[in-house]
């Protein structure tokens, strides 16, 4: 402990003699250019945006998001570069997206915010975050980071952030209705009002859809309100209150129908669909004070109720899919988790000008993060569709986090501007587990607590610009995920240490002309420390290693008014560097990374009359097993797949818009999977071709 401390002290004086060659950066994003005025209620710091400058990173703004279509908001990450994304297939979970590789929603190395609150919950195993409680028409803006090279988000963002804005203050009445294939209804609503010195901002969604599956129906409920209120010209307070409510294959969620063809030519895998409801409720409180024009303190408390039930059924080990499956037989499981969450965080945010005139800015601040999840699972029998059976699991995790993290941004010169940073986080907590009424004898009631993270992940930019076209950035970051909560390794095994996570970047972006932009990067994104099984001792240890180096090129035209013309291409290697479990492994591909991204888009949108958008997906090269020791199918390689997504447009005036929107119009419906022993695919989904007609009204 001692020696962590002394470490850290020595990073923090580091820290602090790198602010003489520290520099103040000014707001931009390969999304878009330009400067930013910074909201009044800030969770985070007044440098939020500006430290983007010396990184890739891409900030989506309103506009782009609610003129798509999402079936959640995960699906506005594929407008960056080397992002991509992959469905379950399951109404109810959210799909798998890959920023340069690393996964996130289920793969747990991406971290998601709404207005600098956490949506991933820590106590689950993959630090998996809900994206379905986000309203589309509510969010001002989607920041896109690569990598962990940010100071102001921490655990599990080790692959990157996606940090969601919502709109704050205003006078806007919008509505949104869309109705699609597969009875697919999806209704939105934003009311915001500036009222005096309060502010109101409300939002709605009702969402329903049959599903392109059987037994894949969904219908989900989301509300938000916001009270912001001026207290003085200096002190703001505002309050959000959230709820989301949602279910999906409730009355039918049974083994009866399991059927291997459908699993097999419709895409739900071996038949391992899932019904159950969600339940939300969240309650954020803000207060910001300027203490004068140039420094301000943000405060921020917010509380998370949640209930979740899943029903998970498949076919049973050892049947043929010919076979009938006798009734005793398991076939699945009936899970039920709840968590609760509180947070507190305070920052101090300063500006001002030194040394004759060079800017310099600086963020300090605190986070605490409590989380309780207690999880119970129960075995399901064919034909007896969610009865609850035995009670094989009961689990209680508690997980506490504080955090202290800090970034210093000065002014060199004109030209070169320079930014230090860096978090310390300390990770502590217990777990619990049963089942205490359970029929399992062979799992007793234990307690593990007392194991301490401490760690320390230091980051640095650099942003280089010769002339006001032409802007060139370096960074370095540092980042970390914590084992495997859900199978107690990290509580239990107090040899594991965290997975750490570091990134090189070096790229440039360029407006040599007023109607075109462009620019690219490359990257080397090095994972130690990962949690492997050493066969030879048959314990778990931190002996695993990948490595994942690439490239991303974007260029963006605007020939004339009205009319865009946007393309990128990412290439990306990412190999296992070391692995005990199985020294096979080393030198070969990570499964499920495509080597190759391509995105581009046409888009003219008028402020009047017709107007037309065509955007084309293209991953190719995607390694699905590469194991010379499995017996069937030992390198298996993916299918290539496009999609096509068009949409025409007509728009009467500022205030009404009709959108024809078709998704994967080419009805490219690969099989991204590798066959089983019986010849039958293991494998994500990809939904067949859809329409949908959308009504927006501004008022």
């Known amino acids: 402990m001692k020696r962590e401390v002394k470490i850290l002290s020595q990073h923090i004086i580091i820290a602090a003699l790198a602010v003489m060659v520290s520099g103040f950066i000014e707001a931009s994003s390969i999304a878009q250019t330009g400067s930013?005025?910074?909201?009044?209620?800030?969770?985070?710091?007044?440098?939020?945006?500006?430290?983007?400058?010396?990184?890739?990173?891409?900030?989506?703004?309103?506009?782009?998001?609610?003129?798509?279509?999402?079936?959640?908001?995960?699906?506005?990450?594929?407008?960056?570069?080397?992002?991509?994304?992959?469905?379950?297939?399951?109404?109810?979970?959210?799909g798998?997206?890959?920023?340069?590789?690393?996964?996130?929603?289920?793969?747990?190395?991406?971290?998601?915010?709404?207005d600098g609150i956490p949506l991933n919950d820590g106590g689950h195993a993959d630090n998996y975050a809900d994206t379905t409680v986000l309203i589309p028409l509510e969010i001002e803006s989607?920041?896109?980071?690569?990598?962990?090279?940010?100071?102001?988000?921490?655990?599990?963002?080790?692959?990157?952030?996606?940090?969601?804005?919502?709109?704050?203050?205003?006078?806007?009445?919008?509505?949104?209705?869309?109705?699609?294939?597969?009875?697919?209804?999806?209704?939105?609503?934003?009311?915001?009002?500036?009222?005096?010195?309060?502010?109101?901002?409300?939002?709605?969604?009702?969402?329903?859809?049959?599903?392109?599956?059987?037994?894949?129906?969904?219908?989900?409920?989301?509300?938000s309100g916001r009270w912001t209120y001026d207290v003085s010209p200096d002190l703001e307070l505002s309050l959000n209150l959230r709820a989301a409510?949602?279910?999906?294959?409730?009355?039918?969620?049974?083994?009866?129908w399991l059927d291997p063809k459908l699993a097999w030519d419709d895409g739900s895998g071996e038949g391992n669909l899932n019904g159950g409801h969600r339940d939300r409720y969240d309650a954020r409180f803000f207060v910001n004070y300027f203490l004068n024009k140039d420094s301000q303190v943000s405060f921020y408390f917010f509380a998370t109720k949640l209930e979740n039930n899943m029903a998970y059924f498949g076919w049973p080990a050892g049947y043929p899919y010919t076979s009938p499956i006798p009734i005793t037989t398991e076939t699945g499981d009936d899970q039920v988790g709840k968590r609760t969450a509180y947070g507190t965080g305070i920052s101090?945010?300063?500006?001002?000008?030194?040394?004759?005139?060079?800017?310099?800015?600086?963020?300090?601040?605190?986070?605490?993060?409590t989380e309780k999840q207690k999880r119970d699972q129960w075995h399901t029998y064919y034909s007896f569709g969610n009865k609850h059976f035995d009670h094989?699991?009961?689990?209680?995790?508690?997980?506490?986090?504080?955090?202290?993290?800090?970034?210093?941004?000065?002014?060199?010169?004109?030209?070169?501007?320079?930014?230090?940073?860096?978090?310390?986080?300390?990770?502590?907590?217990?777990?619990?587990?049963?089942?205490?009424h359970g029929t399992n004898p062979n799992q007793q009631n234990q307690h593990f607590s007392g194991k301490t993270l401490e760690i320390f992940s230091p980051k640095i930019g650099i942003l280089f610009e010769p002339f006001e076209s032409l802007s060139l950035y370096a960074n370095y970051g540092k980042g970390f995920n914590l084992p495997g909560i859900n199978n107690i390794q990290y509580f239990t095994m107090h040899q594991l240490k965290p997975t750490i996570r570091?990134?090189?970047?070096?790229?440039?972006?360029?407006?040599?002309?007023?109607?075109?932009?462009?620019?690219?990067?490359?990257?080397?994104?090095?994972?130690?420390?990962?949690?492997?099984?050493?066969?030879?001792?048959?314990?778990?240890?931190?002996?695993?290693?990948?490595?994942r180096k690439g490239f991303e090129s974007y260029v963006r035209i605007t020939p004339f008014d009205h009319l865009t013309v946007y393309a990128d291409y990412s290439y990306q290697d990412a190999r296992t560097v070391t692995n005990v479990a199985e020294r096979r492994l080393e030198g070969r591909r990570v499964t499920r990374v495509p080597r190759h991204i391509m995105n581009a888009e046409v888009a003219y949108s008028p402020p009047e009359g017709f107007g037309a958008r065509a955007r084309y997906n293209w991953n190719s090269d995607i390694m699905l097993q590469d194991n010379p020791a499995q017996a069937v199918n030992p390198f298996y390689r993916g299918e290539d797949y496009g999609r096509l997504d068009l949409q025409a447009s007509y728009r009467f005036n500022e205030k009404y818009k009709l959108s024809l929107d078709v998704l994967n119009a080419k009805n490219d419906r690969p099989r991204q999977g590798v066959p089983n022993a019986q010849g039958y695919f293991l494998y994500w989904a990809v939904p067949p071709t859809t329409v949908h007609l959308t009504m927006q009204m501004d008022f």
């Open 36 to 94: 930013y005025d910074i909201a009044e209620i800030e969770v985070r710091s007044t440098i939020r945006r500006e430290e983007l400058q010396s990184t890739s990173a891409v900030v989506i703004e309103n506009k782009d998001i609610i003129d798509r279509v999402y079936h959640t908001m995960q699906h506005v990450l594929m407008l960056a570069p080397g992002v991509n994304f992959s469905e379950y297939g399951q109404q109810g979970t959210v």
């Open 96 to 114: 798998n997206v890959m920023i340069r590789g690393f996964s996130g929603g289920h793969g747990g190395d991406i971290g998601f915010y709404y």
């Open 142 to 223: 989607a920041e896109i980071i690569k990598g962990p090279v940010s100071a102001l988000y921490g655990r599990g963002n080790g692959a990157g952030t996606a940090a969601f804005q919502g709109i704050k203050r205003g006078n806007i009445t919008r509505f949104q209705l869309r109705y699609g294939s597969f009875n697919s209804v999806d209704a939105q609503g934003l009311i915001a009002r500036d009222d005096g010195n309060l502010h109101h901002v409300y939002a709605f969604q009702v969402f329903h859809d049959d599903g392109w599956q059987n037994n894949t129906k969904i219908n989900r409920f989301n509300f």
């Open 245 to 256: 409510s949602g279910k999906w294959d409730e009355g039918e969620r049974s083994a009866s």
């Open 348 to 369: 101090y945010n300063q500006r001002s000008q030194v040394f004759g005139g060079h800017e310099l800015s600086f963020t300090i601040g605190t986070d605490y993060l």
């Open 392 to 436: 094989f699991t009961d689990t209680l995790v508690n997980l506490h986090t504080w955090s202290l993290f800090g970034e210093l941004n000065y002014q060199i010169t004109d030209t070169l501007k320079m930014r230090v940073g860096g978090r310390y986080d300390r990770i502590w907590g217990s777990i619990d587990t049963g089942p205490e």
């Open 502 to 547: 570091e990134q090189y970047e070096l790229g440039f972006r360029a407006n040599p002309l007023d109607w075109l932009e462009l620019g690219s990067a490359v990257y080397l994104a090095e994972t130690s420390d990962d949690v492997q099984l050493n066969n030879a001792t048959n314990a778990l240890e931190n002996s695993g290693s990948t490595r």
